[in-house]
């Protein structure tokens, strides 16, 4: 079916992802309108913000497209939404995921709902991933690039979000993307692209997190044996399989026994007694689990997949699909357990589903 003369609003970020996804609906003969969200301003004028420079160029590649481009501003939301989330988890001593909550609360919400207000038929991103429709319902796919797939970031949308999304960007490789770009003379076809949680950008993480929640020192203990082997600066700082940052001293490497130069590992937080707990050497039994729970649920097709069938998941974003069974099932939590112990399965991270390329949802581990 024909789509010329649908109106889509395209989310612009500066990069060139959103930039060729606007292209390629352009050329596709869609009225194509760009918008740029400004999603934190807290601290604009330091030097790890981008957001001016993103914006710049926005309006250079909407320019050479020839589309206009609207700049809206959901930075009370985004705080309210998605910042104020954030704290509470580190606080709480989890590890969360804002760019999930981002994209279910700000970029298809927020951002959809505006866009409808303007009179567009859809919105799209240039996020990696696909949408289709099966069976009377949307599903959510993976990206043919599989190390670019940003599924994962997206299990949270729900029907009504998809019925209006589109992914441009799902049958391309990063490399056929950038060469569109250029191709286009568009300038950001060899942009960096930004990494880290968007509202930190580049700036040192714990000197971020400080300025907002209080560091509490308390001890470092041994798992193993609880003696005390150091001291942390406080434990939203750490996360479970965390290596770097420990500062634990010792004995020279050639005064240890054998198997004491492992490197040190978080296994564990004491939130009431303020302790971080570590062990020693990646293969350490208290860093692997086969089984987790998840709450939070939040299912593609607003119903959850059957139980006791076997799917795959990745419990973090760079981890590979590891099989898994689902066990109980209910409106608040879901249990899961591997086919193979998974490592460092850490509070607060999203754990999600697939069968096969389609993604169907997921939760958070608890």
Known sequence: MSEQGKTIVVGLSGGVDSSVAALLLKRQGYHVIGMFMKNWE?????????SRQDL????????????????????????ERVFAEFLREYQAGRTPNPDVLCNAEI????????ALKLGADGIATGHYAGVREFDGRFQLLKAEDGTKDQSYFLYRLNQAQLAKTRFPLEKLY????????????????AKKDSTGICFIGERPFKAFLSRYLPPKKGEIRRLDDDKVVGEHDGLMY????????LHIGGLRETEKPAGEHDAWFVAGKDMEKNILYVVQGHAHPALLRDVLTAEQLTWVAGVPPRPHWVYTAKPRYRSED???????????????RFAQPQWALTPGQSVVLYESRVCLGGGVIR
């Not at 807290?42 to 030097?47: A, F, G, I, P, R």
């Open 42 to 50: 807290d601290d604009d004028s330091e030097e790890y913000c981008a």
């Open 107 to 114: 970029k298809f919400k927020a951002f959809l709902d505006h």
């Open 56 to 79: 710049i160029d926005v309006m250079s590649v909407a320019d050479v497209i020839g589309i206009d481009v609207e700049v809206v501003n959901f930075a009370a939301e985004y705080r």
């Open 174 to 189: 990063k490399r056929e993307v950038r060469q569109i770009a250029a191709e286009a003379g568009l300038h950001v076809a």
């Open 238 to 245: 750490h996360t479970l399989g965390q290596r770097k940052g």
């Open 322 to 336: 590891a099989p898994c069974e689902i066990g109980r099932v209910t409106e608040a939590s879901c249990d899961l």
